[in-house]
């Protein structure tokens, strides 16, 4: 909740809303994908993995519609948030 928006603007629906960084959804979208009861390295190895890729322009990733490449963008949340991984280029499987 954004106390100091609701105090400066008067208007409730801030506090509605939960602003988090991209590599916090990011987080919580991989304890989802690997399960609660993942071994904490598993989860700390592919929460790196994940942000790594992101940094590194593997892939860019759009919550709620919105695309995103840096984890450190803010993005404020209403309820549940739809997070999605795009390639930048469609990649054609090789073939030996």
């Keep these: 909740m954004d106390i100091h928006a609701v105090a400066c603007t ?4 801030f506090a ?3 602003p988090l960084r991209v590599r916090d959804l990011i987080s919580l979208a991989v304890r989802e ?4 009861r993942a071994p904490e390295d598993k989860f700390a190895r592919s929460v790196r993995a994940t942000l790594g890729g992101l940094a590194s322009g593997h892939y860019t ?10 984890p ?7 309820g549940a ?16």
């Design 33 to 36: 994908a690997i399960g609660m």
């Design 61 to 70: 990733v759009d919550i709620d519609g919105r695309h995103f490449s840096n």
């Design 16 to 18: 509605l809303a939960t």
């Design 10 to 13: 008067g208007s409730g629906t």
């Design 72 to 78: 450190d963008d803010v993005v404020v949340c209403v």
């Design 81 to 96: 948030a739809d997070i999605r991984f795009f390639l930048p280029a469609r990649r054609l499987p090789v073939h030996h």
